[in-house]
Each structure stands twice: as C-alpha cells, then as structure tokens.
Nanobody, 115 residues
Framework: QVQFVESGGGLVQPGGSLRLSCAASGTAYTIYDIGWYRQAHGKQRELVASITSGSTTNYADSVQGRFTISRDGTKNTAFLQMNNLKPEDTAVYYC?????????WGQGTQVTVSS
C-alpha cells in the first residue's frame, strides 16, 4: 500500500515556474513507475510525465521540453519541475503509479497559470 501527498502548486503568471513534490509513504515505493497526472476543469485526467524505477522518463507532447520529472528514492519523493508555464497548464496535478492505482489517488495540488 502506498499513499501519495502532492504539494507545491499555486498561482503563477504565464512563463513562470513551479516545482511540485510528491511524497510517498508505504513500502516498496522504489519499485514503482511513477506518473504525474493532471485534470483540468471539465476534462479527463491525463498523464503528463512518468519515470520508471530505473529513472527513464517520458513526457506528453504538450509539456515536452518544459517539464522535468525526477525522483529521490532515498526520500520516497518525486518531483515535477514546470517551466514556461502556459494558461492551458492550469489543472489539479496528481501523482500515482503508472499505470495508476485507483486506491492511491491523493488530493492533488492546484496549479493556476494566469496573468
């Protein structure tokens, strides 16, 4: 069983940056592939970035070159560095395993990009 707690969201102007954190509790965190997901108002949740247990990363086309996912196995934490943010990045951001585990969804952290 793993529990994820996301933090680091906020209000930022277009072109700004944020760094999201995902703290994981529970055993065997390091064996999981981890994904950052987001859900904009009225839209389905989508995967934006993922990292394997071996630290191989993958990104959605919409964030490629702007977002960077990383993980710290010693601290059971994953990160999402978001640069050059755009209004269309506004959403609630979640972390979970990849593929996602239904019972592991946390509360997420709100990211709002607006001038």
């Amino acid at each position: 069983q793993v529990q994820f707690v996301e933090s680091g969201g906020g209000l930022v102007q277009p072109g700004g940056s944020l760094r999201l954190s995902c703290a994981a509790s529970g055993t065997a965190y390091t064996i999981y592939d981890i994904g950052w997901y987001r859900q904009a108002h009225g839209k389905q949740r989508e995967l934006v970035a993922s990292i394997t247990s071996g630290s191989t990363t993958n990104y959605a086309d919409s964030v490629q070159g702007r977002f960077t996912i990383s993980r710290d196995g010693t601290k059971n934490t994953a990160f999402l560095q978001m640069n050059n943010l755009k209004p269309e990045d506004t959403a609630v951001y979640y972390c979970n395993t990849r593929p996602p585990t239904r019972t592991y969804w946390g509360q997420g952290t709100q990211v709002t990009v607006s001038s």
